[in-house]
């Protein structure tokens, strides 16, 4: 990766750059599904059909400092150029992660969360792949979350055992945590739970 990335907490200033962030990556949730009420059914369509609803609430989140908007940018040299976004919110703003058949009252979420955050997704942009963006962003997660009252980040990425697209690791790559110190506390192929306590 380029000595020049930077990785900053996402604010309302990188909103143009975030949104074509999210063009250029083809991604028209807008890091909204966590937050989206509706079937699986209605989300592709939303996704498919609504993008400008998904667009519009990311905006306002980002915009008030809502949890649902929390996350880390990366930034090329041409800033305000974003070639990466990672959403780091607290588990409660995120309870549908934790909600599904997978994730659902596993003992390793058992305890206390307050403090808890979960990283949601990862989006890289297509120029930035496999240059060390999403490490960093991991790395800066680690950083900047303790001033938003996080003690602990957990992850739900992937670990597939056959090669797939980047896009299916919209949870991020194993290997981005591990370089940052997360353990794995729940083995269940190919979606273990990682966690590093901050």
Not at 182 to 197: D, N, Q, S
Request: proline share 7%; aromatic share 10%.
């Amino acid at each position: 990766m380029s000595s020049a990335i930077t990785v900053a907490a996402a604010g309302p200033e990188h909103l143009p750059g975030l949104e074509a962030l999210f063009e250029a990556a083809g991604t028209p949730c807008y890091c909204r599904y966590y937050h989206f009420g509706g079937t699986n059914n209605e989300w592709l369509a939303r996704c498919s059909d609504g993008q400008g609803e998904n667009r519009r609430e990311f905006a306002e989140a980002l915009a008030s400092g809502s949890d649902e908007a929390r996350g880390v940018v990366a930034l090329a040299p041409e800033a305000p150029h974003v070639v990466g976004w990672l959403k780091v919110a607290p588990a409660a703003a995120v309870a549908k992660a934790y909600e599904r058949r997978l994730y659902r009252g596993l003992p390793c979420f058992a305890g206390d969360r307050a403090g808890v955050f979960l990283i949601g997704c990862a989006v890289v942009h297509p120029d930035y792949r496999r240059r060390g963006v999403a490490t960093a962003l991991v790395a800066g997660a680690v950083e900047l979350a303790p001033a938003w009252g996080a003690r602990a980040l957990e992850a739900l990425p992937r670990r597939p055992k056959e090669a797939v697209s980047d896009e299916e690791l919209w949870t991020g790559p194993v290997s981005a945590f591990t370089r940052n110190g997360f353990a794995e506390v729940h083995t269940f192929e190919p979606y273990p739970v990682l966690r590093r306590v901050l």
